[in-house]
């Protein structure tokens, strides 16, 4: 461990912090913060903060290790054995972008070169850590993660390779965003401004202010201005300048209450900072996207490939939120609006059961599946006309089966009045329609007043039955109600049921049982009338 003066009182200090719950290492999120104690023992060992100058070209570079630290103390080296899972690097310089600004951190590896120890033998030569996250504090880079293997010390040179894949998907959707917020101004107007961002590998969110929903065709105009922004494969360029002089460009875009550095970096997309400095009141910057940035950015628009916005809503009174995708996944995601267009086309030929069938699962697939916003809200109105098609046929068959099922109610209820008999436990083929089981029962009460009824209708398809009892006044006075009666019959074919002493329904999950369910309905009644 290093040695530091106060040491002994600063390490029960951050124990006691620990214990209390305000610890700096929380494992469960994998976070490694320097508090202000940290920071000062940092400067205290002589730990200057990291020079990141070279975060944004991401080139493999080497660097010194400064100080590692274990989230509660510095630690002279970190090796397999030392039991702790999760440890901060701090090294002279990066090439690692922090998480900050909304963008989130780059990923990557520290391997230990060989002219760090002479030697063949050491054990130490070949030490790699795998770096997960890189958080900023007080400007020490911390490079947070794991050992993979051997051993790391303070006095380390380190070979820093950043993961290209991770920081170019980052760059894109950070220019995406760039563009959108260009095109968010064109579309809504210039009351527009950013009120939050993030930038991450496989997504972008961009908070703004505006006081109503985007329409599905105003977020198709947005979209289509960023692809052909994308298109038109402009320069993305970055530099440093004066904040006086770049608070003059005509077009800028910068974050209101925020306090910028001087000098601030300036990121242009489609015209050089040069030319914007030199003439900062020129109408011509309108067209472009400028903002003060201090991320990570492609070097040309195509590199972001496709881009889609895949939802909008609310997050506070007048503020809106979009997310996007760039790449392959804005790829994916028109590719499958493409497919369910063709689907809902090829559907509207189809009428039935198929067509039924088809919408259902279409519109599933719509739910479930990520896609530009504005061709999910068309596919949808799209789909609403086959829905209608569909309910319409629903209610026409309806109306066939409540008319069949009557015709066989007036036969189940002549055949009672002629029995005499005070309590009618039939069946009839409405499948699962309600109303026209509705209708039947109603039927039979209209010709058997007098009498408790239960019907109930086997659903072969789906392997089930419904069931619908209606009970007189005098039989309820009798002890027969309803809710009761349905929930004897549907306990006994595996389902359940109730309702008021005079009508109740119900159903059964197992067909098989139907027979079950009959004598057990009819043994009920019978005993409650004492009958």
């Avoid at 109408?283 to 400028?290: C, F, R, V």
């Avoid at 999950?509 to 009959?518: E, G, M, N, Q, Y």
Wanted: with cysteine.
């Amino acid at each position: 461990t290093v040695d530091v003066p106060g040491y002994d009182g600063l390490m029960a200090a951050a124990k006691e912090k620990a214990r209390s719950g305000g610890a700096k290492f929380t494992a469960a999120t994998g976070r490694i913060e320097l508090d202000a104690d940290a920071i000062a023992r940092l400067a205290h060992m002589g730990v200057r903060p990291t020079d990141d100058i070279d975060k944004f070209h991401g080139r493999d570079i080497r660097a010194a290790v400064k100080a590692i630290f274990n989230g509660l103390n510095f630690d002279e080296h970190t090796d397999s054995a030392s039991n702790v899972d999760l440890v901060g690097i701090i090294l002279d310089k990066t090439n690692f972008y922090a998480e900050m600004g909304g963008q989130e951190h780059d990923a990557g590896r520290l391997a230990v070169t060989r002219e760090s120890r002479s030697g063949p033998s050491d054990l130490h030569a070949g030490g790699e850590f795998r770096v997960d996250s890189v958080q900023s504090f007080a400007g020490y880079i911390l490079h947070i993660g794991h050992l993979v293997k051997g051993e790391i010390r303070v006095g380390d040179d380190v070979q820093l390779s950043i993961d290209h894949g991770r920081r170019s998907a980052i760059a894109s959707n950070h220019t995406a965003t760039h563009l959108l917020n260009l095109a968010l101004r064109e579309t809504l107007g210039d009351g527009v401004d950013q009120k939050g961002s993030l930038v991450a590998p496989d997504r972008l969110r961009f908070d703004f202010s505006h006081p109503r929903p985007v329409a599905p065709e105003e977020l198709a105009a947005i979209e289509c201005t960023v692809r052909d922004q994308i298109d038109a494969n402009q320069g993305v360029y970055a530099e440093s300048a004066p904040l006086f002089v770049a608070k003059s460009v005509n077009g800028l875009r910068a974050v209101f209450g925020e306090t910028y550095p001087d000098p601030v970096r300036v990121v242009s997309i489609g015209a050089r900072v040069r030319d914007l400095l030199d003439d900062p009141t020129s109408a011509l910057w309108l067209d472009n996207s400028i903002e003060f940035c201090g991320g990570t950015h492609v070097q040309s628009t195509k590199a972001i490939g496709d881009f889609a916005l895949t939802s909008e809503e609310a997050v506070a009174k007048g503020v809106r939120r979009i997310v996007a995708i760039t790449g392959i996944s804005a790829s994916a995601a028109i590719q499958a609006a493409d497919r369910l267009d063709q689907r809902v086309r090829a559907a509207a030929g189809l009428s039935g059961q198929p067509l039924a069938d088809e919408a259902a699962m279409i519109a599933a697939e719509i739910d479930q599946m990520t896609l530009p916003a504005a061709r999910k809200a068309e596919l949808r109105a799209a789909l609403g006309a086959l829905h209608d098609r569909v309910k319409a046929a629903q209610k026409e068959a309806s109306a066939g089966r409540a008319g069949e099922a009557t015709r066989l109610a007036r036969q189940i209820a002549d055949s009672a009045a002629a029995s005499l008999t005070d309590i009618i436990v039939n069946t009839l083929d409405a499948g699962s329609d309600r109303k026209a089981l509705q209708a039947a029962v109603s039927t039979v009460q209209s010709v058997c007043p007098r009498s408790a009824i239960m019907l109930f209708s086997p659903d072969q398809a789906e392997g089930k039955v419904s069931i619908m009892a209606a009970v007189p006044q005098p039989m309820i006075k009798r002890g027969l109600s309803a809710g009761d009666w349905v929930r004897a019959a549907a306990e006994a074919c595996g389902g359940k049921g109730g309702g008021k002493p005079d009508s109740a329904q119900g159903g059964g999950t197992d067909l098989s049982k139907l027979k079950d369910a009959i004598a057990a309905a009819t043994s009920f009644a019978h005993k409650k009338l004492g009958s």
